[in-house]
Every structure is written in structure tokens, then in C-alpha cells.
Nanobody, 129 residues
Framework: QVQLVESGGGSVQAGGSLTLSCAAS???????????MGWFRQAPGQEREFVAA????????HYADSVKGRFTISRDNDKSTAYLQMNSLKPEDTAVYYC???????????????????WGPGTQVTVSS
């Protein structure tokens, strides 16, 4: 069974940086490379929202307007790991961050939650002002 596990969350002051990692266990690099990966976040009392996605081959990326220019998504298929580099963090970035795998192999980028069927447990990011 493939599992996703996020790491790298924590507390940081506004303007700081964090890098989140999402490691896929139980999957070979070949399997991991067949699926697009996404990052989502959920703040208290709010719905889970799209943050960033990267195509299965790393050829394209897409970001939510709220993080564009500050966050960078990447992947290392040899390590079966996806990353989210977060710079210039703001208090409104505070949330639990989740990584997820797209439902369909070799698919175009998708931003909808229902396009992802494998989720990690999440990692907390707290940004103080």
C-alpha cells in the first residue's frame, strides 16, 4: 500500500521560510513518477483549498493566486518525494498542509480535491505576525 507522509511543518515568523516534504512509501520511483502531485491546506473553520500542483513528469506547475510568487512546488522522482518551498510566509498561510496524489496516472494538472485520491495526514504550519 502506498502512503504519503508530510514533514517540515513548524512555527515561523512572518516573512520566514519553510520547506515541506511529502514522501511516498511503498512505491517505487517509477510508480511515483506516473502521478501528478498536489499540495492543499486547511485553516481552522475553513474548507480545504488548493495550493500547488506539479505534473507527473514535472513539466508544468500551477499555483493558487494567494501563493503565486512565494511558493514553489517540485519533485524528485528518484526519491519518491514532492516538496513545497514556502517563502515570505504570512499569518494567513497558517494551516494544516496536505500532500496528495492525483487519481489518474499520466494526467494533466488538476486542482480539484476530487481529482486526488491518496492523501497524507498533514503537517501544521503556523506563521506568527
Amino acid at each position: 500500500q502506498v502512503q504519503l507522509v508530510e514533514s517540515g511543518g513548524g512555527s515561523v515568523q512572518a516573512g520566514g521560510s519553510l520547506t515541506l516534504s511529502c514522501a511516498a512509501s511503498g512505491a517505487s520511483g517509477r510508480t511515483f513518477s506516473e502521478y501528478g502531485m498536489g499540495w492543499f491546506r486547511q485553516a481552522p473553520g475553513q474548507e480545504r483549498e488548493f495550493v500547488a500542483a506539479i505534473r507527473w513528469n514535472g513539466g508544468s506547475r500551477h499555483y493558487a493566486d494567494s501563493v503565486k510568487g512565494r511558493f514553489t512546488i517540485s519533485r524528485d522522482n528518484d526519491k519518491s518525494t514532492a516538496y513545497l518551498q514556502m517563502n515570505s510566509l504570512k499569518p494567513e498561510d497558517t494551516a494544516v498542509y496536505y500532500c496528495a496524489r492525483q487519481r489518474v496516472r499520466f494526467s494533466a494538472l488538476r486542482t480539484g480535491l476530487n481529482e486526488y485520491d491518496l492523501w497524507g495526514p498533514g503537517t501544521q504550519v503556523t506563521v506568527s505576525s
